[in-house]
């Protein structure tokens, strides 16, 4: 199943990359548990959990959350397996998966609220008591 947001990258070379790590993986390295590829145009973070692979491809401005990101992915991960545990032993159809699409970009929208609202409490700084008005009046 794959949830990609930005057109330009190709849903078929993505999974045979992904694909090609977990193999060289499984056979050269042992069970790879997370990979982290930096230094392009855009970060990626691969976790596996469950047998499953989750690929998040995202622009260098998150990179600092790289943390938060990965427990959100494995919150991900563990809401799928939750709520498709038989059908992935016996799927043949990935279609059956298409709700989770939904479920997935309403985190990924919730993820960054979070972070948007960070950002935005940095930029107040502490005024004593003052502080929460000063939010309330950039909001």
Request: charged content about 30%; glycine content about 6%.
């Amino acid at each position: 199943m794959d949830l990609i947001l930005d057109t330009d990258i190709n849903p078929v070379l993505l999974s045979s990359f992904v694909g090609a790590l977990s193999l060289f993986g499984k056979d050269n390295l042992g069970k790879i548990e997370e990979i982290s590829i930096t230094g392009l145009d855009v970060d990626m973070i691969i976790v596996t959990k469950y047998d499953l692979i989750f690929v998040a491809i995202f622009a260098k401005e998150f990179a600092k959350n790289i943390g938060e990101m990965r427990k959100e992915i494995e919150k991900a991960l563990d809401m799928f397996y939750s709520s498709y545990q038989e059908e992935i032993k016996s799927a043949v159809d990935v279609s059956l998966f298409n709700g989770f699409k939904d479920i997935l970009h309403m985190q990924i929208q919730d993820y960054l609220e979070i972070i948007q609202d960070k950002e935005r409490e940095k930029e107040i700084p502490d005024f004593g008591f003052f502080t929460e008005a000063v939010k309330k009046s950039k909001d």
